[in-house]
């Protein structure tokens, strides 16, 4: 049995984070103390190792606990993981060309003549762009 404590500097996050998702009843402690510690099995590590390595690729808490509703119902989660990347990849892609767009911008008032000869303009350069 690991002690929050424990728990969090093997997944590699603060006990904060693990009294949340109780909170959002997506982990529970194996054992609560009459002391009122917590303490958890290697199971809830695993669990939370999932969690964060989901969450590094753009899966959100909301639809983090769907996939873990359905392995705890003996279910691999992988088609709707499949389905979640395939969004968060558009999202990605559409993120990247606005982030293009905005370097070109960029590039474009950096290539400008700096000087504010317009009278009146707060600046040229930006109203321009």
Known sequence: MLTIGKVARRVGIRPSAIRYYER??????TVRGANGYRTYS?????LLL???????????????????????QGEQPCIHVKQLARNHLREVDDKIRELQALRNELRTLLRRKTGCPHKGAICPMIEAV
């Open 50 to 72: 999932f969690m964060k390595r989901a969450q590094s690729l753009g899966i959100t808490l909301k639809e983090i606990k769907p996939l873990l509703n359905l392995a705890s």
């Open 24 to 29: 959002q009843r997506i982990l529970q402690p």
């Open 42 to 46: 290697d199971n809830a590590v695993k």
